[in-house]
């Protein structure tokens, strides 16, 4: 058309200047530029023919429209806006037009100006312009045209002569492309410059390609993450030209330059940084791209050749050889295949191409040597692209695969790979969530990606040369202090280094940084996998550590790090094991100088020595002869050392701040002889008794002096603030310990002193006038208001004692009320002023003091109750502090007499304290372990007796016991990756020291529900408040489940809403014993109404037991159970097996019953009817509970059903003998061996182990809802009722698995319908007096319904049951229905209620066939279908995959859809006939599950249009 237009305008007139001249007069526009760039280069092509007219106007004509018309256009476009190379507007779009046609005629003119001149004068001015510009973040105009320009007429330019000018353009666009700062460059100006610019310039000739490629391979310039993307779109625009080819002449400027990228080491750095570091998908596409076509020359030129070594040892970054050319090939294209598979990003995918990188090792070792023949980096790319994706099961694959590497070969070393453990691979391993269980695993077990970690850094180790394992380790281990790791990576990096063989690799400096891992990375962590930390690291330097190379003051200093009372526990293994390496190298340690070589003074032995002496005095007395030698050498001086306390906490001689800190300290030592005292046996007369008293008077004495209106001193009130904490001390004594009361402290001094103490005293800051240094050392310490705090804070704690001693504000008489109120209030302001650390003595006093006002003062109480809340809420991130806090909380506010008082005058007090149970409840979902707390406590309290007025008051709060029952949240992933981690080191048992030291806290929420279960389990059905309690709790539990049920939360396998189902009728079964029959016919209708509903399998497991165990004990109730098979058709098709399971276990329900015969008759003539049923599931069951119930009447004999032997021996004997291998057959027998079927026993399998543990994880339910039977016996805080049945009794239910075969909703599973084809003859089996084929057959009822409709309909099936979004089910819903597909096969069927799904399906669910078919069900339901006929589509890229526009697709199609992440499932790939994918020519190598499914809807319908059309003709 160009070349028409051209003509056109020559026809009018020869004379160049006319032409030329008019179309550069008039406005400026981008047609009529590019119309004058067609003209010039019309006559350039007329010129070099020899054809063109005017031979000396026409150099002159193109001189004048360069110089008066484009240039001018140019300068005027610089101020212009560039625009974004993303999404320019219509303004910019139109510039670049301009630019680019002006550029292409100002090269025109160029070659027609007849001379060099005028290209190197517009290069010149365009270079000026560009080099004015800078490497800006942005092209401005005039950059943007200076590139044009220079693009234009650069290949104009002479390469010899020009050369200087060339030279100095190719740096200033390199340096443009590259960017001049760190950030690198902006991506649009990198690529203009490298689409045009450099380009052109290699067609300049050698100098100006080596400037471009020595500016490249610069060092430095692929180092920088930045600018690796824009060098590796220059090397990918210039491949040509930097890449030798066949027949180089084709190359000239490569030949002069004599450039050839392969041998180049920094060039695949380069290819290396883009295939394994950069996060753009379109680098990692031209990096791919560098290296195939490398290797497509390589192979094509047939001659040897080597990269120049690179930076450190080891092979060649790339080489070819002509007599290896198969084998590089395999290599190269299998390489290729890895790294643009895993773009992909979809496990099932990316697998089946993972064994070809082991081939790669293969090829990469030799054979001959054992020598690297391909540097191990190329495999390193591959697996840090695999650690870098987004699919965290494609991180944990590449991980998995690199740590088995050594397990079945045996490496050469490579500092790469040592270099590539420490960082990517570490980096790698701090995601928690690799760690997780396999499926199948079961709690507890060791997380396999653990354990191959352990293997791995073993043997890696054990491979290395002695000389490298040292740094190796210590890098390794510096590692693990260079970030804040997750409990769990931790916790097996640590478990991983502590089973290295022993070996000398670590000096001062590895013990430095295992003592920062210690100190610094597990400081936030779970106390059992900090503890469990901490005793593998202190196995690891026993095992790594040179005793030679490191002092016992190293040691020690690095022992205190380890915390005793969370790993080194005195008597543990791992004590006994350190005590022997200590012995054992004790002569071999380095003589350590003044200070340690870590730079703690050589006190810090000392200091370590002093706690271990602390600890053996703290741990009980067993035979142990140092702990009897340290007990007996303490208890002889125990005179001289209290006398020494005594008179330092008395004469006046605590006089500055840091004399405070030795108070504290000798108050620590005086309780510790007292409680040693007490260990050995406390006799009157004790030396220590003689103490305590003169220091309680003492103390009073120093509180009571008075200032007299002096200003205090600072001795003054560091002598008071030491007597106050001395006087708590001995208080806090007294209280833990009664024995130490003698009779005459009933009435003595300190009583009377606390009484009329008054309350929230500070201490005034003292006078500083002539003490010296008193702000140094308040500040070295922490100030005077902790000092203040503490004193108030031990106020409290002498007040606790008189309120737990003494009656002394108990409001006998109407005048004393005041002083409890005025203390009460006293205790709120308390709460206001002391930090959060020191307000336990004051909620020890409130305890005491809200029963004895809650009547009076309930306003002040309710206030109590909130400032105590606000508080424990403020410290519920606060780990050290807060338990202790919250324990003393859940004892004032839910004491037994304050529940008991606001119950009785249900105030507001008693709704305030329910809302507190809620907030709890509610903050147990954030912080495991606070619901613990609280209903052991209640139940506790009331458990004691199990008293009648006890369980009144449990009575009035029985919502707590209720909220018990059913509670348990659903844990985040990585909540429940901890819980296993604790459950696996916990199994360890004594194997692991934190096991042994610290003590197991039972927060995990299972002991909520074990608490509420054992308290239900002590109560007496007999006793009437008893009674009574157990059955408000089962009304409630009841009306919960049909709550639940009216829920229109989403209902799943294993949410919330099944779990809550499943635990409320485990309470239920739980309290069953201890029913009436008044009680039952109250509940009866309702436990049978809940079988209509549309449960969970694990839910219909208990309630068809619980229906069993009621009608066996009460057969009263029978004939309401026969009227539940007489509810209309609607209600029973999705509820009928629950009650035909029930009647399975007929034999157990009549053994007590002696006439048997009529309830026999009557169950036969149900269970005959619906065998006649058309659903497939309902005729299970009933000829499962046809069977059971014939066996009986069978060994009964009963004369009045010999009339049916013939008929029913018939049905059972032809589906037993049923021909063919169809899925009928397979679910016939497993339905038979299913374990409520054959192995359960409701009587005898009643016991918690069943209801808890066995039949949760038999019918499929996640490992959190199973409860262990240890579990019950360990939490100890409610006793075991011996009366009830713990465990398992006689039957083998306990060994069975869990089968495939999982009792389903019929309602929930409409496609049920499609196995009916294949049931056909089964059914005439079953029912030989009616042999009629049934009129229910999914195809006649697809058609007949689109006949009603008056629309066509087609023969695909889409499947969509792995989709997940309710958006793209509806609008996949939308797209069936339109084209006419014959049904949409969905995992749920419940989401066609969502409220998107209906936005976007627009009712259309109402006009297409739906088919609900679970993912668990899709391998049988494909089967069947391919029976018959049906070819199985699957939308899916793999290596096999046919090309959507080159398949044809048959009639009788099924297109399966994956998942909107996973895509479809390897076990269902297998199912496929034929695998399709979208042809794509983008980057993004997916499409919307919902747009893909509509292409290829539209396809098949497209197709089969044109059959029609076809066979109309």
Known sequence: MEWVLA?????????????????????????????????????EDEEARGGGGGAGALPEAAREVAAGYLVPLLRGLRGGPAGGADDPGPAARQRRRVLRAAGAALRSCARLAGGPQLAAALAEEALCDLLNAGPAPGLEGAAEAAVEVLAAVGPCLRPREDAPLLERVARAA????????????????????????????????????????????APGVSEEPGRVGSQLLILSALAEKLLPEPGADSVPAAREAGLDARRCWRFWSAVQAGLAWSEDALTRKRARYLLQRAVEVSAELGTDCACAPGEGPGPSLFWWSEKKKDELLK????????????????????????????????????????????HPSWHLCIYKRMFESENKILTKEGVTHFLELYETRILPFSPEISEFIIGPLMDALSESSLYSRSPGQLIGSVSPL??????FLVTYISFLPEEIKSSFLLKFIQRMTSRHWCAVPILFLSKALANIPRCKALGIEGLLALRDVLQCTMITHQILLRGAAQCYLLQATMNLVDVEKVSLSDISTFLMSVRQEESLGRGTSLWMELCDWLRINESYFKQSSTCSSIGLHETSLNAYVRNLVQEYIRSPACEDEVFTLLQNCIMSTTESISEFILRRLTMNELSTVSDLDRCHLYLMVLTELINLHLNVGWKRGNPIWRVISPLKNASIRHLQEMDHGQEPTLGRQMQRAASMAALAMVCEVLSQKPELQPDSLDAGPPEMFISSLQLNQTLQKPHTEGESSFFEESSSSQGWGKIVAQYIHDQWVCLSFLLRKCDTLTPASGGEVPVAVRTLQSALEALTVLPSEQVLPVLHCMKILVPKLLTTSESLCIESFDMAWKIIASLSNTQLIFWSNFKAFVQFVFDPKVLTIAAKIKGQAYFKIKEIMYRIIE??????????????????????????????????????????????????????????????????????????VIENTKREDHYVRICAVKFLCLLDGSNMSHKLFMEDLAIKLLDKDELVSKSRTRYYVNSQQHRVKNRIWQILLVLFPKFDQNFLNKIIDKIFQAGFINNQASIKYFIEWI?????????????????????????????????????????????????????LKQALIIVLQWCFNHNFSIRLYALVALKKIWSVCKGLRIEELEALTSVIESSLSQVENMHGAGSAKKSWQRIQEHFFFTAFHPLKDYCLETVFYILPRLSGLIEDEWIAIGKFTRFTDIPLDAGFQWCLSTTQLCELKPGDWSQQDVGSNSGEADNQSEWTDVQKKIIPWKNHVPDLDLELVFQDRAAKLGKSISRLIVVASLIDKPTNLGGLCRTCEVFGAAALVMGNLQCVRDKQFQHLSVSAEQWLPLVEVKPPQLIDYLQQKK????????????????????YCFPEKSLLLLGNEREGIPANLIQQLDVCVEIPQQGIIRSLNVHVSGALLIWEYTRQQLLKQGCSTA
């Not at 410059?193 to 390609?209: D, E, F, N, T």
């Not at 653990?450 to 293997?455: A, P, R, T």
């Not at 209903?935 to 009648?948: D, T």
Request: charged letters at 20%; glycine letters at 8%.
């Open 1427 to 1446: 029976a018959e006929g049906y070819t199985i589509v699957g939308v899916e890229q793999t290596a096999k995959s046919l090309d959507l526009t080159r």
């Open 450 to 455: 653990g354990l191959k970690l352990q293997k």
């Open 174 to 217: 390199l340096a443009l492309a590259l960017g001049g700062d760190k950030a690198g460059p902006s991506p649009d100006a990198a690529a203009l410059v490298a689409g045009r610019l450099l380009p052109a310039l290699g067609r300049c000739g050698g100098a100006a390609l080596r400037v471009v490629w020595g500016g490249l391979v």
């Open 7 to 43: 003509d056109a305008l020559l026809s009018q007139s020869r004379d160049p200047r006319v032409l030329l001249g008019a179309l550069c007069r008039g406005e400026v526009s981008a047609e009529r530029v590019e119309t004058l760039c067609f003209l010039l280069q019309r006559l």
């Open 923 to 996: 903050m147990s979902a954030i912080k495991t372990g606070v619901f613990n707390i609280l209903i052991s406590y209640c139940c506790r309290s009331w458990v004691v007796s199990a008293s009648n007025v006890s369980l009144s008051i449990a009575k009035n709060y029985s919502e707590l016991v209720l909220e018990a029952c059913i509670f348990g949240t659903v844990f985040r992933r990585d909540q429940r990756l901890i819980q296993d981690v604790q459950t696996f080191i916990e199994n360890l048992g004594h194997e692991c020291a934190a096991n042994v």
């Open 1107 to 1159: 229906i069993i165990l009621i009608l066996h004990k009460f057969p009263q109730f029978l004939p309401k159970f026969w009227n539940c098979f007489s509810y209309g058709e609607e209600n029973l098709k999705t509820s009928i097996c629950t009650f035909l399971s029930v009647l399975s276990h007929l034999d157990i329900i009549t053994e007590n019953i002696l006439e048997k015969k009529r309830i």
């Open 331 to 374: 290599f190269w294209e299998n390489y290729i295949l890895i790294m643009e598979t895993l773009e992909g990003n979809q496990i099932h995918v990316i697998k089946p191409v993972l064994p070809k990188l082991n081939s790669l090792f293969e090829y990469a070792v030799s054979e001959e040597n054992g020598c690297w023949l391909f």
